[in-house]
């Protein structure tokens, strides 16, 4: 069996300009495994701490202690262990870390290391990495659907809007191909929409343009314009996936939208947000609620979850106990699953297995700040996930996530691309199975 060898963390950077953790597993039969760190801009308060450092010229970002970090402490408990036992190397890093949130090694330098021992064990396993982990996790492959963004906004576009995320899915498409093909279309339609309207015609974090939009509800109306253009009919074969953040926008219990000049209470803000569903197709709806308001989750969830995918991100954190706590509390039906806020690929499984028990939806998503590293893809397609989030067009360490999973179609052992799955319970989009 082999062992590791050598583990190096380096600095690299990131799509935000940020300096990231990347770190290289050696094992003893030569296999090679590398990964980076990825990192959030609306993070939950219960995930894994980064690790940064620095003076000014880097602004407090720098990751020079995660990445020493990596190179001392981790790779000296390490060195030895076999690649294949990640249960193994990812308690050894929980140990040596001894923080409910990483602080100590950083959780961006544990889960650069997490990942990339996790690649290594496949290389030397001899197997895409898709392949390794469903043997491992006696799982059926899948090519995951995606939730594409169409317009950024939030943390992610100087909050010019209070929402997040306004994005597309086709649910009813036969293959990714269809997907890709349409949600290109809807995205370029949006474009020439934003250009028509005048002014800078940028893009968000994740690819998404940024709305020039007087109201948040003019952002959705401008996207079910975006998807006519495209040739579509909203509600459709295209329908509409919200990610509120809205963690971001509450304060002492109060949820405040900028941009619409409103300061809400729980129970309002929800009401104008179900107002929308109501007037538009929209099938999923991620932290409707702030994390700091779970009765505000639960009363949404009371109310729409069935008929809308309500998912968790900053409320269950890629924690197996918190979504078994929201599964029994009844605060949502889906989790959103990023393996830098859980820290580990060990515990990232976890909270993914305990939604599937729970029977809620799965969502594996990258962070706001990427770069070309595309393991979360194979850990959506090899776990079975289901569904996975990376953001859009015109960003390449987007597209590398959508172009890897593009190479999965056709692969040896490979599934059937998971669109006729229900959504929330309820099936949305042309092609009712
Ligand atoms: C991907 C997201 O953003 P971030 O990485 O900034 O948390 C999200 O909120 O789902
Ligand atoms: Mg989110």
Redesign the pocket.
Known sequence: MSTIQSILGRRVWDSRGNPTVEAEVTLTDGSIGRAIAPS????GEREAIELRDGGERLGGKDVSRAVANVNGPIAARLRGMPAADQAGVDAAMLALDGTPLKTELGGNAIVAVSLAILHAAAASARLPLWRYLADGHDATPTIPLPEIQIFGGG??AGRRVDI??FMIMVPGADDLEEVMEVTNAVYHAAGRLMEARGGAVGVA??GGWWPTVSTNEEALELLVQAIEAAGEVPGERVVISL?V?ASEFERDGRYILGLDGLELDSGEWLERLGNWVDRYPIVSI??PASERDPEGMRAFTARWGDRLQIVG??YLVTNARLIEAAADAGGCNAS?I?VNQAGTVTETIEALRASQERGFGTLV?????ETEDVSICHLAAGLDAGQL?VGSFARSERMAKWNECLRFQGQAGMGAFVGGRPIGGTWWGAKRP
Do not use: I, V
């Open positions: 959030g801009a609306s993070r943390a992610h997040q995320d974090d994740e990610d953040a991620e932290d991100d900053d959103l990023k998503s990258a962070r706001s700040g989030k």
